[in-house]
């Protein structure tokens, strides 16, 4: 499906695209009359005005996971995402991640979804498992990194089944306002300044009925827990390398007040929690023992709007 079809559309105001002209390698909103480049026919659906950073922190959020080991080392341990990768020093994090695709996917299927929109994609994983299950997807990622952006995301596209990718961002989804059925954060919520403006971008988006799904995101019930876990994993980052504006702005989430803000925007907000497993669990109980605080919770958030 081309970029100048439904559900695609300006990130800034969600109105239609239209080609500048004739073979050319840009995009333009028929409303606002924004312009967004082409590249290596991966479109550049960012606001002009953030363009600059947003690609810096690409690169530096890429070199960072880099060197933090998140990289599958072969195109088959990329087909297979998101089983764990061979030698991953985060194989229960996999585990995790492979729990919370199979509660989104009969989410999805249950909600009857047919256009779902995948934000902060990375490599596009969770956009092919989606299309797998015979519905269409559209992975939105600011990266174009061959190994964790959508570059690498090509090679899941030559395996099939086919999914729409484009570089964009979570605050302005590229997307024309209810086009779609549900939109996904997968990993990725907790990277954003403000995650409740993702929220009400993602809401303008959504058909009436639609779902912003929220998993893989770390959640905790107690406040201390949630600042002291966050200022330890940006500790991490820079420790990899990260020195992007991108590291102060992830952060962990406050179960009680997320709640009560998605309450304020969604007509409906479920919670499901996620089990990685045993070992997941029991590795998880003794290190909050040892460090003497809530650790995070991953679980599955399902946020309807108003039919």
């Not at 028929?30 to 659906?45: Q, V």
């Not at 341990?77 to 764990?84: E, F, G, Q, R």
């Not at 797998?132 to 089944?161: C, H, K, T």
């Not at 499901?272 to 679980?299: C, H, N, Q, T």
Request: charged share 25%; proline share 6%; with cysteine.
């Amino acid at each position: 499906m081309g970029y100048t079809e439904p559900p695609w559309g300006c990130p800034v105001c969600h109105s239609a695209l239209i080609r500048e002209s004739s073979g050319s390698a840009s995009l333009r909103c028929i409303d606002s009359g924004h312009s967004f480049p082409i590249e290596d026919e991966l479109p550049l659906l960012i606001p002009e005005d953030q363009r600059v950073s947003v690609l810096a922190d690409a690169l530096d959020f890429a070199n960072t996971w880099r060197a933090m080991g998140w990289l599958p080392a072969v195109p088959g341990d990329l087909l297979a995402l998101p089983s764990p990768p061979r030698g991953s020093r985060h194989r229960m994090e996999w585990r995790l991640k492979e729990a919370s695709l199979a509660r989104l996917l009969a989410l999805l299927m249950e909600q009857g979804a047919r256009d779902i929109a995948d934000m902060g994609a990375g490599v596009g994983w969770l956009s092919r498992h989606v299309a797998q299950a015979g519905m269409r997807a559209y992975a939105v990622e600011p990266s174009d990194d061959p190994a964790v952006g959508l570059g690498a995301a090509r090679i899941l596209l030559r395996a099939g089944p086919r999914f729409g990718i484009a570089r964009g961002v979570m605050t302005h989804p590229p997307f024309r306002r209810r086009s779609l059925d549900a939109i996904v954060c997968n990993a990725s919520i907790h990277h954003a300044a403000d995650a409740m403006a993702v929220a009400r971008a993602s809401a303008e988006c959504l058909r009436p009925g639609g779902i912003f799904y929220v998993m893989n995101t770390p959640v905790h019930h107690d406040k201390a827990s949630a600042s002291r876990a966050e200022r330890s994993f940006r500790r991490r980052l820079r420790n990899a390398g990260a020195r992007g504006g991108w590291v102060d702005r992830y952060h962990h989430l406050t179960q009680g007040e997320w709640d009560d803000r998605l309450r304020e925007t969604f007509a409906s907000v479920r919670r499901f929690e996620v089990d990685g497993g045993f070992r997941f669990r029991v590795s998880r109980a003794l290190k909050s023992i040892a460090l003497g605080m809530e650790l995070a919770s991953f679980p599955v958030y399902a946020c309807e709007v108003a039919r």
